[in-house]
Nanobody, 125 residues
Framework: EVQFVESGGGLVQAGGSLRLSCAAS????????IGWFRQAPGKEREGVSC????????YYTDSVKGRFIISKDNAKNTVYLQMNSLKPEDTGVYYC??????????????????WGQGAQVTVSS
């Protein structure tokens, strides 16, 4: 069974930092890209960032470029999202999922599986 477990969320003041972790299991982690998504209150879920499988290519949505850094540890089947200079508009529940490839449009094509519990990120002003 494909599973994703997100952790590392919390409450932080604007300008602060958080590091999210995504532990994946049940599929060949090394062969697929991993994406981070977020859902703000009252809004649709959106793709935030992704990282490729073999080449480690990355993608960031415009609103987080220069502030967020995605990385992965294949030995631990874990992907991280370092979030710096957080803004109140970054508030939401953050999820991760497997992707065929990493890219702006490619984030719409997710591997089979279900959403995890997510990690709540709340940024106060």
């Amino acid at each position: 069974e494909v599973q994703f477990v997100e952790s590392g969320g919390g409450l932080v003041q604007a300008g602060g930092s958080l590091r999210l972790s995504c532990a994946a299991s049940g599929f060949s982690f090394d062969d697929y890209a991993i994406g981070w998504f977020r859902q703000a209150p009252g809004k649709e879920r959106e793709g935030v960032s992704c990282i490729g499988s073999t080449d480690g290519s990355t993608y960031y949505t415009d609103s987080v470029k220069g502030r967020f850094i995605i990385s992965k540890d294949n030995a631990k089947n874990t992907v991280y999202l370092q979030m710096n200079s957080l803004k109140p508009e970054d508030t939401g529940v953050y999820y991760c999922r497997g992707l065929l490839i990493c890219g702006a449009q490619a984030m719409r094509i997710m591997l089979p599986g279900s959403w995890g519990q997510g990690a709540q990120v709340t940024v106060s002003s």
